[in-house]
């Protein structure tokens, strides 16, 4: 089993800039592949970014690419999204997930553990 917690979610004016964090326990984490996915009010969920285990591959949905970058911190069981030039089109719940094997995907069934998510509102 992991455990996912979301923070760093707020109300912030377009132009502006939030870090997401996602917090890991449980099984070893540095071992999987964590994605942000985003869900606004009547829309599915959308992939935003995921990261290897390492650190080394990265993949961006086309939306939020040279905006926005995911990292993670392994001893501190952490991966951050850092979320530059915000949209009003950002606006969703912004949720982790961790696929246990496999490559960086961007399929959303492939994440088997997901947080409860944060709010994220960019007003104009």
């Known amino acids: 089993q992991v455990q996912l917690v979301e923070s760093g979610g707020g109300l912030v004016q377009a132009g502006d800039s939030l870090r997401l964090s996602c917090a890991a326990s449980?099984?070893?984490?540095?071992?999987?592949?964590v994605g942000w996915f985003r869900q606004a009010p009547g829309k599915e969920r959308e992939f935003v970014a995921a990261?290897?285990?390492?650190?080394?591959?990265?993949e961006y949905g086309d939306s939020v690419k040279g905006r926005f970058t995911i990292s993670r911190d392994n001893p501190k069981n952490t991966v951050y999204l850092q979320m530059n030039s915000l949209k009003p089109e950002d606006t969703a719940v912004y949720s982790c997930?961790?696929?246990?094997?496999?490559?960086?995907?961007?399929?959303?069934?492939?994440?088997?553990?997901w947080g409860q998510g944060t709010q994220v509102t960019a007003s104009s």
């Open positions: 990261i290897s285990w390492s650190g080394g591959i990265t």
């Open positions: 449980g099984r070893t984490f540095s071992w999987y592949i």
């Open positions: 997930g961790v696929a246990t094997f496999g490559r960086v995907t961007t399929t959303e069934h492939d994440y088997a553990y």
